[in-house]
């Protein structure tokens, strides 16, 4: 019979989240002992981790985009009530004011 912990111990080996993090620097040696990891979420962005990391609850995977990224390749639904015209436009051809929606805007 297999019994699966979840939470338990981490599996040795296994690579550190920060190396496909968003936030952290890694710098690595000639050796596998020379590596440096700065997280830039920690203690003002210059956060050493002396450890490999398992879970990290500001891990973003560097591939995902951001949602800056996001929102200047979208495609934003526009009304323009006086003429009836309602469409789809690309957020580069919006004024920089009306590229993006802050939450809680009504308008």
Not at 26 to 31: C, D, E, F
Not at 57 to 72: A, G, I, Q
Not at 78 to 87: E, L, N, P, Q, V
């Amino acid at each position: 019979m297999h019994i699966k912990v979840r939470g338990g111990s981490v599996a040795s080996g296994e690579p550190s989240l920060c190396t496909m993090c968003r936030y952290a620097t890694v710098i690595k040696g000639r050796s596998l002992r020379e590596e440096i990891v700065e997280c830039s979420q920690l203690a003002d962005g210059h956060g050493r981790i002396t450890f490999p990391v398992t879970h990290c609850t500001k891990y973003v995977h560097r591939n995902h985009p951001s949602l800056y990224e996001m929102e200047s390749i979208a495609w934003v639904l526009r009304t323009d009530a006086s003429r009836r015209h309602i469409g789809f436009v690309r957020s580069r051809d919006l004024e920089p004011g009306e590229r993006f929606v802050l939450p809680g805007d009504d308008d």
